[in-house]
């Protein structure tokens, strides 16, 4: 791409900003507000956006609300975690009986805990299942179960890879604030066959040195753009990990949701253990973690001496136990799951068939959708943030609302036509900037 045409890029994008700060002044004055108690003016990083992030006033339905009234189609779909929208009957109707009838945490064991594990354990074919509150504690406790189990210490990751906000290993390392940062092992390539000869010497490797606990993967990178790890490279790195004695761990914190059964169970793995979390809580924060009761009974039940503790005043509270297991038994069926990967993916296509011949490509599976703005059209090329920020800022003049890094996760029940209107948006906008899009 010339000068010229950067100089373009840079321009449209200063325009669009430019708008953005002149249609949400309600938003900025809440910024304002916020950052005199909060740090940079919110308690999530990721929501920041530059020159100050959209504040949303409600949601129903797949639509949300900001401050200054403009209605967006909701394909942020809080990271995965809201699937099923902001105002779903079924989710509704458990939250107020959990209320009226039950009561918010009752500080003891409950049959609505023991009934939601029955349904994880059959759903996502585990042994055992033990509840968190978050995607992060699952995988930090299924690295405890794994260390516990082996005696030993090493996590071998791969880049690109997020297993929560204290695991995160992009740019090939892990993040400075990254828990027991010196017992990873980042594997540089993910995905495909040279990722797998990789894993395989790096996994050999690290278990001669002594001291290998556990292989740590996702089957599909949400974080790292929604980029879908090969059957024959996961098999790789589960068969590697099993040969060098390590607990083979796959997180399906975002990725469950794809088919029936987890995608790892699709795909014919057999993990150790497997997180879960964002969606499978009804609306309300969780996690779990679970697999072979080898593991799990030894590490985690109490009644076995030298056993962990794994404590947690919200692990198991009745919202999130009721609201959870209403939502997976009565909504996200395995058969409404099949169904709404197909629209995924249709979706997905229909995005890419506008996109070819641009620098805009659209990756993932299913519901879940990373799109990237490459300076050749592939996903080895130079990233471009500018086109990328661009696409936000007139996206949401749209009436779409995404992430900014470009991460979009469908909700159940969107609108066919919203769907397809977003595709004319997408559409309109590469032929409107044709000159600093098109290859």
């Given amino acids: 791409m010339s000068s010229n045409s950067y100089q373009q890029a840079a321009q449209a994008l200063a325009a669009a900003q430019s708008r953005y700060v002149a249609i949400n002044p309600l938003s900025k004055k809440q910024h ?7 740090p940079g003016g919110n308690t999530r990083t990721l929501l920041h956006t530059s020159p100050f992030p959209l504040c949303m006033k409600h949601g129903k339905a797949t639509f949300v609300w900001d401050e200054d009234g403009h209605k967006y189609t909701d394909f942020v779909g809080e990271l995965s975690a809201g699937l099923y929208g902001h105002s779903h009957p079924v989710i509704r109707t458990a939250v107020l009986s959990t209320f009226d009838e039950i009561g918010l945490s009752l500080g003891s064991t409950t049959t609505y805990e023991a009934r939601y594990a029955s349904l ?40 690109g890879a997020y297993h929560g906000a204290c695991f995160s290993f992009g740019g090939g390392e892990a993040a400075p604030n990254t828990a027991d940062k010196g017992d990873f092992v980042v594997v540089q390539r993910y995905g495909d066959e040279e990722a797998a000869a990789e894993a395989r010497g790096v996994i050999e490797q690290t278990a001669k040195e002594g001291d290998l606990a556990a292989v740590l993967v996702e089957g599909m990178q949400g974080a790292g753009g ?45 993990p150790d253990l497997v997180t879960l979390g964002k969606y499978l809580g009804g609306g309300f924060s969780f996690g779990a973690f679970g697999g072979r009761k080898e593991i799990m009974d030894s590490v985690y039940d109490p009644r076995v001496k030298g056993s962990l503790a794994h404590s947690g005043t919200f692990n198991n509270n009745t919202m999130t136990m009721c609201a959870g297991y209403a939502g997976l038994s009565q909504v996200f069926t395995e058969e409404v799951c099949v169904e709404f990967r197909k629209v995924g993916d ?33 996903l080895e090329s130079q990233e471009r943030v500018d086109l990328r920020d661009l696409f936000w800022f007139e996206m949401l003049e749209d009436g779409f609302w995404i992430t900014r890094r470009g991460f979009i996760a469908m909700m159940l029940d969107t609108p066919k036509e919203e769907l397809d209107r977003f595709v004319d948006a997408v559409s309109r906008f590469l032929e409107r900037h044709g000159g600093i899009m098109k290859l």
Avoid: W, Y
């Avoid at 304002?32 to 909060?38: D, G």
């Avoid at 996961?234 to 796959?250: D, H, M, P, T, Y």
């Avoid at 979706?347 to 990373?370: C, D, Q, Y």
């Fill in 346 to 378: 249709d979706f997905r296509e229909k995005l890419n068939g506008v996109a070819k011949g641009t620098r805009l490509r659209f990756t993932g599976k299913g519901s879940l959708i990373g799109l990237h703005f490459r300076e050749d059209g592939t």
């Fill in 120 to 159: 994880l354990c059959q759903r996502f074919k585990l042994e055992r299942v033990r509840m968190a509150n978050t995607g992060t504690e699952a995988n930090l406790h299924a690295l405890a179960a794994a260390r516990h189990h082996t005696g030993k210490r090493k996590v071998v990751v791969f880049n």
């Fill in 32 to 38: 304002e507000r916020a950052i005199e108690s909060l």
């Fill in 226 to 270: 929604c980029l879908p790890g090969s059957i024959e490279f996961l098999s790789a790195v589960q068969e590697a990990a099993r040969q060098a004695g390590a607990v083979f761990i796959l997180d399906e914190v975002m990725t469950s949701r794809l088919a029936p059964n987890g995608l790892g169970q699709e795909l014919g793995l057999s």
